[in-house]
């Protein structure tokens, strides 16, 4: 009688069967519908970076909205350095691809009114890094479900805190460079 040898390096009592869980309807459904959302995310920022009409309101509401954002993690952060070192340097780098972006930017002032249109990639790059970061927090807070551990916070990631830096600095400097060029317009027209 011959006896089987065990596998070198296997052994049985370390892998659990709670590891492998099995693959849920509602798993399956997410992992077919990710792309299909990834794709409509894209196609809708791909229309609002196209030419479009400049609108006071828009430009203010933008300017609060990602001065918000960055302000509101701050808060979170403040203790914690290097979340807060990556929200730092991903304002900054957002500032400076906004002031980027606002020179590639096309003016049209028209009998019709005032138009834009923004440098299309590097703006659906910027909205992509943190819609991409957020599904990202979205999966592996699904995927620790019913495993014990605690689901991340939104600010607990340094990653997650870069990304809101980037596109927070991008968007509120591309809102507030709008501005600057109504007012101009605006001092331009009160003199003539």
């Known amino acids: 009688m011959s006896r089987a040898h065990p596998t070198p390096g296997y052994n049985a009592g370390s892998i659990s069967t709670s590891a492998f869980r099995p693959m849920t309807i509602t798993t399956l459904a997410l992992l077919l519908l990710t792309p299909i959302l990834v794709w409509r995310i894209y196609t809708r920022l791909k229309t609002q970076m196209a ?16 001065l918000g954002m960055i302000l509101v993690s701050l808060s979170e952060v403040l203790t914690r350095p290097y979340a807060l070192g990556a929200l730092a340097a991903g304002t900054a780098l957002g500032v400076f691809w906004g002031v980027f972006a606002l020179r590639r930017t096309v003016y049209d002032d028209t009998e019709i009114g005032y138009f834009f249109t923004p440098p299309t990639r590097l703006g659906i790059i910027m909205a992509m890094v943190l819609v991409a970061r957020v599904l990202y927090l979205g999966v592996e807070i699904y995927a620790s479900q019913g495993s014990g551990v605690p689901a991340p916070r939104f600010t607990d990631s340094p990653l997650t805190m870069l990304c809101v830096g980037l596109t927070g600095g991008y968007f509120g400097t591309y809102s507030v460079g709008l501005l600057l060029w ?10 003539a």
């Open 51 to 66: 030419r479009q009409r400049s609108i006071l309101s828009r430009h203010y509401t933008g300017v609060l909205v990602f």
């Open 182 to 191: 109504r007012r101009k317009l605006r001092q331009a027209i009160e003199k």
